[in-house]
């Protein structure tokens, strides 16, 4: 079964920072994918950034990067230049298991930006 | 129309109530997921509908009652919850279930669900 660590229960950061959320991972599979989520206070779960295993190239997603190392089986994600409105949870997340699409996700990095 | 819509947006319901909640997407995608989010936890799959037929209970109680009447439409049907069910219901939807590559999910905002 497949297993989501994030280490970080809160982060601070100052507006126009950078700031890394850790997300290390297990699974078995040979495939798989990586997401990362943002969660208001509202509820709603906005999809960030997307990593494939076998993608060449780190993703990137305007201010949001990938720091993908597989032989770590580590998915950090890195948000550059800060903005209060990244204040949110963050959640790392991949598919339970290759013939689903139902996500299994870490426990999750509560962001705050300060101005 | 990339938006899943849900409803309500809160709930408050006594333990013998029968309420639904709705999920509606118009994005084509053919699966679609309830997720269950207690109060600084992360979501927990409840349910997954892929073309419209269960494929997925992850050992729900029966009190807690998922349909899909089309391809756009989610329900959950509630009848006699307990306290400890009060949560946010995430309702999701992807393109498929089988399919490799990025297929994220899109959320929609969730019914806050208070049982008294």
């Known amino acids: 079964a497949q297993k989501i660590t994030q280490t970080q229960p809160g982060m601070f950061v100052q507006e126009k920072e950078a700031v890394t959320l850790d997300c290390t991972y297990d699974t078995s599979d040979p495939s798989y994918g990586l997401f990362w989520y943002k969660q208001p206070s509202s509820g709603e779960m906005i999809f960030l950034i997307y990593?494939?295993?076998?993608?060449?190239q780190n993703a990137t997603e305007g201010r949001y990067s990938l720091n993908f190392q597989k032989a770590r089986k580590s998915a950090n994600l890195v948000i550059s230049a800060s903005q209060l409105g990244d204040s949110a949870m963050y959640f790392c997340?991949?598919?339970?298991?290759?013939?689903?699409?139902?996500?299994?996700f870490g426990s999750g990095t509560r962001l705050q930006v300060q101005p | 129309d990339t938006e899943v819509t849900q409803t309500p947006k809160h709930l408050v319901m006594g333990m013998t109530n029968k309420k639904s909640l709705k999920c509606e997407q118009h994005m084509g995608h053919r699966a679609m997921y309830w997720y269950k989010q207690k109060a600084k936890k992360p979501p927990e799959l409840m349910f997954v509908?892929?073309?419209?037929?269960?494929?997925i209970n992850e050992s729900v109680p029966s009190r807690f009652s998922p349909e899909c009447p089309n391809s756009s439409l989610l329900n959950l049907h509630l009848h006699a919850l307990q306290p400890e069910d009060s949560a946010l219901y995430l309702c999701a939807s992807s393109l498929s279930v089988g399919l490799a590559g990025v297929n994220e999910q899109f959320f929609g905002p969730g019914t806050r669900l208070t049982v008294l």
């Open positions: 509908y892929s073309y419209e037929k269960l494929s």
């Open positions: 997340a991949m598919p339970m298991d290759t013939g689903r699409r139902a996500l299994t």
């Open positions: 990593q494939g295993s076998y993608d060449q």
